[in-house]
């Protein structure tokens, strides 16, 4: 199972829109409904972020939104801030009844 | 609410090594659990999951037929059970609750660390 492709670094100013995406295939990301977000900070255990593509768990701010086409999955941070930077992996359930992460996309707030 | 993994360490290319995760403050018996690890500055692999009776569970090709997951809901842990290991296999860790397609709690990571 070969790791979803996500863009290595995005970058931006505060208050700006960055989006990240997640592009798998019609055995991970295209046959279900199963995309995870998580943001990890250095030396720190990653965090769910958004879960089922686009559901926030609770405390995380709304300024994080999630999208879906086809194959491909999209973070979006909206309103980016400081505390926002941080490296993003996103993870797909497959036909094969295991899971497959991201490459990793590392955001830098300048 | 954590999630407590223990038993990482340096062994040599070859060996074997056991690793548990133990779960407080949070329902554990119900959830599926996974297991992921992160090789030093590279980023997280999933390698396997376990059901919440135990009578399921799958594994990533590059584990597969080394790797094993158990679990005890009686003492509220998971264990990861490695063999063969190998340089390759040393990484951080971590075990975490799944939800919803997801993981919702993760454990702080142990350290294994194969020797050639």
């Known amino acids: 199972q070969s790791a979803l492709s996500q863009p290595p670094s995005v970058s931006g100013s505060p208050g700006q829109t960055v989006t990240i995406s997640c592009t798998g295939t019609?055995?991970?990301?295209?046959?279900?409904?199963?995309v995870s977000w998580y943001q990890q900070s250095p030396g720190t255990a990653p965090k769910l972020m958004l879960h089922e593509f686009s559901i926030r768990p609770s405390g995380v701010p709304d300024r994080f939104s999630g999208s879906k086409s086809g194959n491909t999955a999209s973070l979006t941070i909206s309103g980016l801030q400081a505390e926002d930077e941080a490296d993003y992996y996103c993870s797909s359930h497959t036909t094969t009844s295991t899971y497959v992460f991201g490459t990793g996309t590392k955001v830098t707030v300048l | 609410v954590q999630l407590v993994e223990s038993g990482g360490g340096l062994v040599q290319s070859g060996g074997s090594l056991r690793l548990s995760c133990a779960a407080s403050g949070l329902t554990f018996s119900g959830y599926w659990m996974h297991w992921v690890r992160q090789a030093p500055g590279k980023g997280l692999v999933w390698i396997s999951q376990i059901s919440p009776n135990g009578d399921r569970s799958t594994y990533a090709d590059s584990v597969r037929g080394r790797i094993t997951v158990s679990r005890d809901n009686a003492k509220n842990t998971v264990y990861l059970q490695m063999n063969s290991l190998s340089a390759e296999d040393s990484a951080v860790y971590y075990c975490a609750r799944g939800y919803q397609w997801g993981c919702d709690y993760w454990g702080q990571g142990t350290l294994v660390t194969v020797s050639s």
């Open positions: 019609s055995s991970d990301i295209g046959s279900y409904n199963s």
